[in-house]
């Protein structure tokens, strides 16, 4: 049986200053809007925003210089991401890019793509989103039936995609789609880079519980991809796919999610709580901070070298429960005044994250799935 | 790790692993002996010159071992006297977080409840209003308790006993509580390690319970839960190598009795009646988290501790303050 550890990291010395860069910038440049709209954060999006991020350094910053990235540390990038988070940055659109696409390019791009594509991830330019879930494959992923078919000169790609988060707004799909039935299920899948304008392309966007559309759906007729936008190797989606999810499982968007309703209980309960509202300040308190250290630990992991994918899958389950059961908690504790109609800064806050929050435990792999693995690793399939 | 730590580590899991059915004298002579308890004592007097960090190491141990001695308590008990220049003598040492009483001179009149192995040991150290004393058992009138996992609890009376005393800057409920959340996370990783060895095994309806999916899903909460509580206790204890650790171990107490409280109801799930049973070995763990939660203070207690500190610093402080304490 696999165990488990987690170890404390130390910030470094550079962390602290970074942060009080960032909280000015923040201060200066953070559009003027309400905390339900600073509440959507990384499920909200600003073009302008992302540019001035990348102005700033902000973005690939983990990514070497000779592509236009920083070669800051991953501390580094994780205090500026927990900064953009906790403030309500609208940091949506980039998110992907900055988070996964980039280093995936790094790691398995050609050096074309690298060039053409990192500066401009690292400049807050392009975005990306990402292909996995298919109508008939959302959790058992391995299932995908888009299809490559080889043609002169590069592939010609037929299906469909659904639920693909900002899609609209990306200039890049890197999609997971079938090249070839191999001997095993995870074999012949293929990453492609999707120009988003390619003809025979269409994004449809699909509104959600709250009338508001991020994910979507996007069809594939007959989409032309030169060889030259291959990701890594013919057949090897699926490794390069698992490889990303340690960067997307354990970052501190996993359990902030619902923190600006965190802040707005603390702003509206003042200086004289009830006993009652103490209590769940304290617990609340408690899960930031032993998730925050968690995240921690898998980032100093990632920033060793190691690929903490089973580390980060507790880190996310366990996130995404608090950030999930935050709104719940709040509401059943909130004074009689909270009425939840709209208006009020509070009421709109938890409004919003009581109907956003069913997503927090479906994107990037569910509870379920989550807890597969993890009892995988603990020997038990 | 360091080879030092290493070398700590196994001779903890030899000794504690040794001495599992022993008396609890004979165990207290190879705790003795292997100088378990002198971890953060000083070299200069003999001890093994250790951080909190390898304190942790010993403290988990315990728990995992559900050791029937008083050896958290005797570490910082050992601690706490050296920071208050009190010299102990030889023999078993333990703490009370609960003491009441005066003292006049070197004469104490007060009552030390909950004493761990109070009837046992040969001297108590506690704290009362910024003073410790060092006070001796056989001073003391006691009165017999034990905590649901039978592990004695007693209160000791004393009048006009003559105690060691000295100023001292500490605050020996956060210090129980720190010792707590290291024996939970202790105990979790046997009772998780138990959970997958025995589901592995057992069957039904013709194949091992490990191939159910509402087995699996069970013990993945189980092993993050241990997780958790694993990350609160080593982050608690690094932050008291760094000094003011109070945040910490709120937060981390609170944190870890969430994680026991959750862990034991399904590590008895998965279990079954076996697991139930006197003879079967996972009782030995859960009582223990049972009365862990407790010792050294409750959700209730440690919540509210937190929440009034996070409301009087405010919603604008409150992101600053948390990551504060890592850097």
């Not at chain 1, 699909?206 to 007729?221: C, Q």
């Not at chain 2, 009441?100 to 046992?120: C, E, Q, S």
């Not at chain 2, 649901?148 to 500490?170: H, I, Q, S």
Request: hydrophobic share 40%; glycine share 10%.
């Amino acid at each position: 049986m696999r165990k488990f550890h987690f170890t404390p990291f130390e910030m470094p010395e550079a962390a602290k200053a970074l942060r009080h860069e960032v909280r000015a910038f923040l201060h200066e440049e953070l559009p003027k809007t309400a905390p339900a709209t600073k509440a959507r954060s990384w499920s909200g999006g600003d073009a302008e925003f992302s540019r001035k991020l990348g102005a700033q350094g902000w973005l690939g910053m983990t990514l070497p210089r000779k592509y236009g990235g920083h070669e800051r540390s991953y501390a580094e990038r994780y205090v500026v991401i927990e900064e953009m988070l906790v403030a309500g940055a609208p940091v949506g659109l980039h998110w992907v890019a900055d988070r996964q696409s980039g280093p995936l390019i790094l790691r398995y791009g050609t050096e074309e793509q690298r060039e053409k594509l990192i500066p401009r991830i690292a400049r807050g330019e392009a975005f990306f989103c990402i292909g996995m879930s298919e109508p008939g494959s959302g959790s058992d992923l391995a299932s995908v039936r888009t299809r490559a078919r080889k043609v002169e000169g590069g592939w010609r790609i037929n299906g469909q995609k659904i639920w693909t988060s900002t899609a609209q707004h990306a200039h890049y799909m890197i999609a997971l789609v079938r090249t070839g039935d191999g001997e095993t299920r995870h074999a012949g899948l293929t990453q492609f880079l999707v120009d988003m304008r390619t003809d025979g392309l269409t994004v449809k966007p699909i509104a959600n519980l709250t009338g508001e559309s991020h994910f979507n759906e996007v069809f594939f007729d007959d989409v032309f991809v030169p060889d030259s936008m291959l990701i890594g190797n013919e057949g090897g989606g699926w490794q390069q796919v698992t490889a990303e999810l340690a960067f997307e499982r354990s970052g501190p968007e996993r359990y902030l999610s619902s923190i600006r309703l965190f802040l707005e209980f603390l702003r509206v309960v003042g200086e004289n709580p009830s006993e009652l509202e103490k209590q769940l300040l304290g617990r609340m308190t408690a899960e930031m901070w032993t998730l925050r250290q968690m995240s921690m630990s898998v980032m100093g992991k990632l920033a060793a070298g190691e690929d903490p994918a089973v580390d980060a899958a507790v880190v996310k389950d366990l996130g995404t429960s608090f950030e999930q059961e935050l709104p719940r908690l709040v509401q059943a504790s909130a004074r009689a005044d909270v009425t939840l109609e709209s208006g009020d800064p509070f009421d709109d806050t938890l409004s919003y994250l009581l109907q956003s929050s069913p997503s927090f435990s479906l994107r990037g792999g569910t509870r379920e799935i989550l807890r597969g693995i993890i009892a995988k690793e603990l020997g038990l399939r | 790790m360091s080879e030092l730590r290493t070398l700590l580590a196994d001779t903890t899991m030899k000794v504690l692993g040794d001495i599992r059915d022993a008396s609890l004298e004979a165990s207290w002579k190879r705790i003795t002996d292997a100088g378990l308890a002198n971890v953060l004592a000083n070299e200069d007097s003999g001890g093994f010159g250790g951080t909190w960090e390898d304190a942790l190491i010993v403290v988990k141990a315990c728990g995992h071992f559900a050791t029937s001695a008083p050896l958290p308590e005797a570490i910082l008990a050992t601690h706490l006297a050296q920071a208050a220049g009190v010299a102990l003598t030889d023999g078993m040492v333990t703490i009370c977080a609960n003491a009441t009483g005066k003292i006049d001179g070197t004469r104490f009149t007060g009552t030390l409840r909950g004493v761990p192995w109070g009837r046992n040991a040969s001297y108590i150290v506690a704290l009362i209003e910024g003073t410790l004393l060092v006070a001796s058992r056989a001073d003391a009138q006691i009165e017999e308790h034990q905590n649901p996992a039978a592990e004695p609890r007693d209160t000791l009376r004393f009048e006009g006993a003559k105690v060691e005393n000295a100023l001292v800057e500490a605050d020996m409920l956060p210090a129980l509580a720190l010792l707590r959340t290291g024996q939970i996370a202790g105990a979790l990783d046997h009772a998780l390690e138990l959970s997958v060895g025995y589901t592995r095994e057992r069957q039904q309806f013709g194949r091992p319970l490990a191939q159910f999916q509402a087995i699996q899903q069970q013990l993945a909460v189980l092993a993050e839960e241990t997780a958790a509580a694993g990350m609160a206790a080593a982050a608690s204890f690094k932050a008291m190598d760094r000094g003011d650790a109070g945040f910490e171990i709120a937060a981390a107490k609170l944190r870890s009795n969430r994680a026991a409280r959750t862990a034991t109801g399904i590590a008895h799930q998965v279990h079954g009646a076996m697991g139930f049973t006197a003879e079967y070995s996972l009782h030995h763990l859960t009582r223990r988290l049972w009365a862990w939660q407790t010792e050294g203070g409750n959700e209730r207690f440690w919540g509210e501790r937190l929440g009034t500190l996070v409301a009087a610093r405010g919603s604008k402080a409150f992101w600053g303050d948390l990551v504060a304490r890592n850097e």
